[in-house]
């Protein structure tokens, strides 16, 4: 360790603008830090962080010859990487910094208290100039990075990235637990073309209201994307897959998944649909949300990708022990494959991506609204399927109870969002929007379909989305009414659903009748987030989305460094943001893998072996999974894997033996920060 007494320390103190310096007095605490022993120099600058701020630094450093450096400034989680890189560009350990906190611990917390606020930051330098002293210098360890990567989720933004970094040259395995790709995307309603179905309307009628704003084809606009992705030759793309362990660190990620059995030869399948005409099990599909029925050998949806069947398992009569070959004989490429078996796949990776999105908030879990109890409350997502002409109802709206055209519709928002009952105080961002392009296209086909819409606020976000709001109440008609329902009631003769609400502009109980409800439903993670982020190690926000780094700083970064999240996974949010995020975290990816080998920082834990007694508490209380269990001839022992601590300490504090330590967190190091701060001036 360096001898305190041969400590030369150079001393930052950033203003911060007004941040820090209409608070703390900053030239004070310059003046102040300048006499404490073994200081060489104390300067103040108004944006240290700034790119003359640390130019000054440099020059300073090199010129002073000082031997470790104290910056008191904002938070360390923000500006820490910045001087350490700076410190290092000048000549020294980038491990020779210590970082003061005198803008969130001082200035902010203090803004009443100016003189209290200066005297605070003054110890806090006096303190970070002691630890200064101790400061030694280290290497972090060189990781190879292996250049492949893993897409968890095969929806819009899981292949947006996969596609984007397949063009970058890495090799890219997409994995996804469905038979098909495009996610929740694919599966929205397509080119509605109406011809004889809507009485009155021109043979040529034409409507596109796939996605909000544009009112552009879902499906003409994620299919040809989706036929690249199919078609590249870096992309390796794993369907009715699931990741079921994950080890290792940044650079070196060792995957295991389980591919499931699809029971239908995807080389072999051209997808023509002979098998599931002759097929004799039918069942309600549930990509359709069972307002159609499929076959035991099915494809989703007609428009899904790959065009590829699969069979079910569960409803398959072959597969469950009973004499059935129909699809086998009616099927020229023989491609049913009742031997088909599950497979574990080793892949290993050096960045991961989680793209898992989201799933449609299910209203029956918590027996809202009537949903599952009365035939014509739906969801909007049912409306979707509905309203895509190669959907179950060829593209009409229909009440499930009577298969009729509803002339009287409302739709409820909120349903699942803004709710702290069941843990959702979030806002979806999407249902104002997706109600919107829903209601116009409805008044399209049925111009004199009465349409009101029963909302909390309107939350109308983005280019072009408040003229779109504008459009719908005004040139379509369509009633907005603030109030949530309480209560529905059906009529048991009619199926007719009695809504009850307090419209708070009105002030009133109102009470109408609707022949048709639909539930603008929230949007929640995806079924196995929670298990996924405990696999990860990674951290989730409260409404069970997976946490980035940084709200605004690393909004696609994670906790664990080389695994990112783009899309819904992340949270709520429209395609054109996710298509956003996923190309921000196939970047930052293609960043880290450029450097083929990346040099892990030192502020890690080391174990002293000769201590260790092998009892793995620390195995169980690091949330990064660094320690792992080593056998030596004098038994078992932990090591601590480089790359993957982070240096919290936990391992630290939890070690019966006393054998862990933290790099720049030794005992002498905090003892002298103590004594400093005790001692008397």
């Known amino acids: 360790m360096n001898s305190q007494t041969d400590a030369k320390v150079g001393v930052f103190i950033c203003k911060c603008g007004a941040n820090i310096n209409s608070v703390v007095d900053c030239e004070n605490v310059r003046g102040y830090a300048s006499q404490l022993p073994g200081v060489t120099f104390s300067i103040c600058n108004d944006y240290l962080c700034s790119p003359d701020g640390l130019s000054q630094m440099r020059e300073e450093i090199r010129k002073s010859g000082v031997t470790s450096v104290v910056v008191a400034a904002c938070t360390p989680r923000i500006c820490e990487k910045i001087f350490r890189d700076n410190i290092e560009k000048a000549g020294l350990n980038r491990n020779m910094l210590h970082i003061t906190n005198i803008r969130e611990q001082c200035s902010w917390v203090h803004a009443n208290e100016p003189f209290k606020a200066t005297e605070k930051a003054k110890n806090l330098v006096k303190m970070g100039v002691s630890r200064a002293k101790t400061l030694v210098p280290a290497e972090g360890v060189d990781v190879e990075l292996k250049q492949e990567v893993l897409v968890i989720g095969g929806g819009v933004a899981g292949v947006e990235a996969a596609y984007k970094l397949a063009e970058l040259g890495f090799k890219v395995h997409l994995v996804e637990r469905k038979p098909m790709l495009g996610g929740n995307m694919a599966a929205m309603f397509t080119c509605l073309l109406w011809c004889h179905e809507a009485p009155g309307k021109p043979q040529s009628l034409n409507f596109r209201f796939g996605t909000f704003p544009a009112c552009d084809c879902s499906g003409c606009t994620i299919m040809p994307k989706l036929n690249d992705v199919i078609t590249h030759p870096n992309i390796n793309i794993l369907l009715l897959s699931e990741v079921k362990e994950i080890v290792g660190h940044v650079g070196n990620f060792r995957v295991k998944v389980l591919k499931k059995p699809r029971y239908v030869d995807e080389k072999k399948c051209v997808g023509c649909g002979n098998c599931a005409v002759v097929c004799p ?8 949300y069972g307002l159609s029925e499929r076959k035991a050998i099915f494809m989703p ?16 009569l072959r597969l469950k022990g009973q004499e059935c070959s129909a699809c086998l004989e009616a099927c020229e490429f023989e491609a049913p494959n009742f031997e088909d078996h599950e497979q574990e796949i080793d892949l290993e990776v050096g960045a991961i991506i989680v793209a898992t999105g989201f799933e449609p908030y299910k209203p029956r879990i918590h027996g809202y609204l009537g949903y599952q109890e009365y035939d014509n409350v739906i969801t909007i997502m049912e409306l979707e399927r509905m309203l895509d002409k190669a959907g179950p109802t060829g593209g009409i709206v229909v009440r499930p109870s009577d298969r009729k055209i509803p002339k009287k519709i409302a739709f409820i928002q909120c349903v699942g969002s803004r709710n702290r009952k069941i843990n959702a105080g979030y806002c979806s961002k999407v249902c104002c929007m997706y109600t919107m392009k829903n209601a116009q296209a409805i008044k399209e086909v049925h ?40 209560r529905i009631i059906e009529d048991k003769e009619t199926k007719n659903l009695i809504v009850r609400a307090e419209e708070t502009l009105l002030n009133k109980i109102t009470e109408r ?20 982020a405990s696999m990860l190690r990674l951290r989730t926000s409260p409404d069970g989305f997976i946490q980035e780094a940084h709200t605004r700083m690393k909004p696609v970064e994670t906790s ?41 920082e030192s502020l890690n834990a080391f174990i002293e072996t000769e201590k260790c007694i092998g009892c793995g508490l620390c195995i169980d209380i690091c949330p990064y999974g660094a320690p792992t269990p080593v056998m030596t001839e004098s038994g078992m022992k932990m090591k601590i894997t480089e790359a993957l601590c982070k240096g919290c300490g936990t391992c630290v504090v939890s070690c019966p033996a006393k054998a862990i330590h933290a790099r720049q967190f030794t005992d002498d190091q905090i003892f002298s920060e103590i004594k400093a701060a005790l001692e008397a001036e």
């Open 513 to 532: 009748m609707y022949d048709l409800v639909v539930l603008s439903v929230s949007l929640v993670p995806s079924e196995g987030t929670q298990e996924l």
């Open 281 to 288: 099990v039918v069942k309600k599909n549930e990509y359709d």
């Open 560 to 600: 664990m460094e080389g695994i990112f999240v783009c899309g819904c996974a992340q949270g709520p949010k429209d395609v054109p943001e996710s298509l956003a995020q996923a190309r921000a975290a196939a970047l930052e990816v293609a960043v880290l893998l450029s450097k083929k080998v990346a040099k892990a």
């Open 447 to 486: 111009p004199e379909t009465d349409i009101t819409v029963y909302y909390i606020d309107i939350r109308a976000v983005g280019k072009g989305v408040e003229e779109f709001f504008h459009r719908t109440r005004e040139d379509y008609g369509v009633e907005y009414t603030r109030g949530r329902p309480a």
């Open 301 to 316: 949806y007609q428009q899904a990708l790959p065009r590829k069947y699969v069979i079910d398992k569960e409803a398959c």
